[in-house]
């Protein structure tokens, strides 16, 4: 079993719908939770860093973790076709800086 | 914003050649990764160093070496490249402090032929 589930999607929804993506982890030691979108040929960039359970809103972008199910989302607001992306989550425990990421959820938004 | 510069955007090479990949950041973070990432898998960990001339392995270092001789600069190396390393390979930093997320530069396309 991985240590982080996603579903990879495709995860296809109409201009302006909310999304909701997600994952889930088995490792309860994990306690920075981070947010990545990925656009073709190009890297990850942060969209949304928590520490520890509760929610943290940034624009359309809210992120929430619950440490007692094991499981974050991010949601997106007002979808955009700009939005089309892969979105990758990842945590880390409390001592060091490696990462562990699952293994992305491919969204569309169709204008 | 950090800047995560990777040095070749597509490479081609052939089985047995050894390969360089570099990475150059320019925020004077201590803390450096090589990843590689392919479909399904997601991002795997091969090599990260926490200061110049120091280097941990990652989750698949097999086939891999890293050098980091300057702060700002960490070269991945392959030592004998083969058709199975064809992958996308990022470069990330970190500063040392706090467990603070990772920048990523816009990955090297690697093909082995």
Not at chain 1, 34 to 56: D, V
Not at chain 2, 11 to 35: A, I, S
Not at chain 2, 51 to 65: A, L, N, Q, R, T
């Amino acid at each position: 079993q991985k240590e982080v589930e996603q579903d990879p999607g495709p995860l296809s929804v109409p201009e302006g719908a909310i999304v909701s993506l997600n994952c889930t982890y088995s490792n309860s030691a994990f306690q920075y939770f981070m947010w990545y979108r990925q656009y073709s040929r190009k890297g990850p960039e942060l969209l949304m860093y928590t520490y520890s359970s509760g929610n943290k809103e940034d624009g359309r972008f809210t992120a929430q973790v619950d440490k007692s199910s094991k499981y974050i989302s991010l949601f997106i607001r007002d979808s955009q076709p700009s939005d089309s992306a892969t979105y990758l989550c990842a945590m880390s425990g409390p001592y060091g800086n490696k990462l562990v990421f699952g293994a992305g959820t491919i969204l569309r938004v169709k204008s | 914003d950090v800047k995560v510069t990777q040095s070749s955007r597509y490479l081609v090479k052939r089985t047995g050649e050894k390969v360089f990949l570099e990475c150059v950041q320019d925020m004077d973070h201590e803390n450096m990764f090589w990843y590689r990432q392919d479909p399904g898998l997601g991002l795997r960990l091969i090599y990260f160093s926490y200061d110049v001339k120091m280097k941990e392995k990652g989750d698949i270092p097999e086939g891999y070496s890293v050098s980091r001789e300057k702060k700002e600069r960490f070269s991945l190396i392959l030592e004998s490249a083969s058709t199975n390393q064809t992958s996308m390979y990022l470069c990330a930093s970190s500063p040392q402090q706090g467990n603070q997320p990772q920048h990523f530069g816009d990955g090297t396309r690697l093909s082995i032929l």
